[in-house]
Each structure stands twice: as C-alpha cells, then as structure tokens.
C-alpha cells in the first residue's frame, strides 16, 4: 500500500492502546500488530512502514477483513476538509507541526465500549488492571505466529461477557454498575456493530451512533465520544465529563488553569465539526493544566 503522505503510526494507532503492554497490540514508530475480532472471526494484523509504503500481513479467520480495514484504521481516508486552524494561534501552530494528522478507525463498536466503560469514573491505572483481567481471564489466544511471539490476546467475545456472572468481575475492581454497562451492551453487540456499516460521512455516522449508544442505560455523552471517535472517526466527538481534558482545552486556548464542559465547548465551537481534531492536537502537545492539591488515590474497590 502506498503511502501520500508521512505516516505517523503512534499518532494514529496510540488512540487504541490501552496502557504500556497492551495484550491487546504492540506499536511501534516502523511498526504495528494488532489483535481483534471481525464479522469473519479473529485476526491478528502486521503493518509495517516502508519508506513510503506499507507491507502488511495476517492471520486467522478474519485475516482477509482486517487487511481490507487497515487504510482506514491508519487514517487515509480521513478528510480534513474545512478544517480551519487559524481560529487560535496555539492550534495554527500545532497544525503546522503535525500536518499529517490522522483520526483512523477501526469499525469495531464493541471493540471500543468494553475499555471505554471500564474506564468510567475511574483512574487509567484501574481501568487498565480490569481491562488486562478480563483479557487475561476471559480472552483468547490470537491467531498466527507474532501473536504467540508477543503473547497477544484478543479481547472477550461479547457472548462471553454477557454471560458473566458479577462475582467474575468484581476481583478486578470492576462494581456491579459497570460491569451491569458491560454484560448489557454485551447482548447488544450485533446490533451495535451494524452503526459502522450505515452510509454517511464519518461526521454523520459519529452523531447516528452517539444518540444510539446514548440510549442504552449507562451509556453517556463521555463514553459514546470515546467510542465513536475511534470506532468511526468521528472528527467531531468531544469527550465531555472527562476529568482532564476541559482543563486542557481552557489552559491552552484561554490561559485558564481550571475549567468546565460548558467552557470547554464554548472554545472549540469555532472547529465545530472538527473539534476532534483540535482536541487530539492539544493532547499530542504537551500542553498541561497546572495540577493543583494532593494526588487522587485510587480506592480499592474489591473491598466494596
């Protein structure tokens, strides 16, 4: 396959990694591989940059789709059209750095809404012990011989899930409310992965897919973002209600140190239609919030 322009596989491909060691993935700046189930079953890809080129190969049942899915999942689809970054010189400047920004996605909407639910109201380091517990217990071995090279694992199928009884989860810190989101959303899986296969732009898709996850009970504007973003490449998901990221936007485009959902919207609303561009530009930055009063720690939630 060749390459237009640079291609920046952590950029692109670091929205789907969970956590340093993944079992999930491994990337690299040369290289990727990538465990995942598709309609056709399980498969485990290899792309690697050549140059100007990229050589992929796979294995397993779903070898066959995880290779036609990869243009996409590396972003060279994505169009940027009418994407404005002069509104605000921090992003103009961010722009011209990465001019070859890409949102990829995947087209895997479950793939997406297990660590996206996991990660609720929780630290990452939470999310992440239960996201690799539930791999680790639950998942399966990929296919093909780089996966048992890195010991890769695919993610638990949504039958397995749903299927679950509570006592399953709650060792990994996992209380009852999430993992009620997680065995729900389990048995609704075949008709959530059809919202990736509807027509429309990603734009139209991303907003079709957001209202009906948002429907679902446990299901908010937080998470659906987070899973239409990267399951659809949505170039307009904001993630409202994460803990960070309104304090980020504000910082950076109004040199306030704390802000709200309300203010943060009110500061992309000049990139509305792209807004995730702008916030993915911001987070690759460095730019940080100052932090303020004593570090959150974590409660233990097994003891619930």
């Known amino acids: 396959m060749d ?17 340093r060691g993944d079992p999930t993935g491994r990337i690299s700046s040369r290289s990727l591989i990538r465990a995942t189930r598709t309609q056709d079953g399980p498969a485990t890809l290899l792309a690697e940059v050549q140059g100007t080129r990229v050589e992929a190969e796979a294995w397993g049942p779903g070898a066959d789709r995880a290779l036609a899915a990869l243009p996409a999942f590396l972003g060279l689809d994505d169009d940027p059209t009418g994407f404005d970054p002069s509104h605000h010189r921090v992003v103009a400047d961010l ?11 995947t087209g895997a909407i479950f793939e997406s809404l297990l660590p996206a639910i996991l990660e609720q109201k929780v630290t990452g ?9 539930l791999i680790a217990g639950h998942g399966a071995p990929a296919p093909g011989p ?46 959530l992965e059809r919202l990736a296969d509807l027509d429309g732009t990603r734009l139209e898709l991303g907003r079709t897919a957001a209202s009906t996850l948002q429907a679902i009970p446990g299901i908010g504007v937080w998470t659906a973002a987070e899973v239409t973003l990267r399951t659809l490449g949505d170039p307009d998901a904001v993630s409202v209600n994460d803990f960070h990221l309104k304090n980020l ?47 959150y720690a974590a409660p233990d939630r097994r003891a619930m």
């Not at 491909?13 to 969970?18: E, I, N, Q, T, Y």
């Not at 509570?166 to 048995?187: K, S």
């Not at 704390?258 to 500061?267: A, S, V, Y």
């Open 95 to 105: 722009a011209r750095r990465r001019p070859h920004l890409r949102i990829g996605w």
């Open 249 to 295: 936007v504000s910082f950076a485009l109004a040199g306030e140190p704390r802000g709200t959902d309300e203010r943060m919207l009110e500061l992309l609303e000049p990139w509305r239609g792209h807004r995730a561009r702008v916030v993915r530009l911001l987070e690759l930055s460095g730019i940080a919030a100052p932090r303020y009063g004593p570090r």
């Open 3 to 19: 390459l237009t322009a640079p291609l920046d596989l952590v950029t692109v491909a670091g929205l789907h990694v969970r956590g």
């Open 125 to 133: 380091g939470e999310a992440v012990t239960a996201f690799r517990g």
């Open 146 to 191: 780089i996966a048992a090279t890195h010991r890769l694992r695919l993610q638990p199928s949504p039958e397995a899930l749903a299927g679950l009884p509570y006592y399953a989860f709650h060792p990994l810190g996992v209380e009852q409310r999430r993992a009620d989101v997680i065995r729900r959303v389990a048995r609704e899986a075949p008709r």
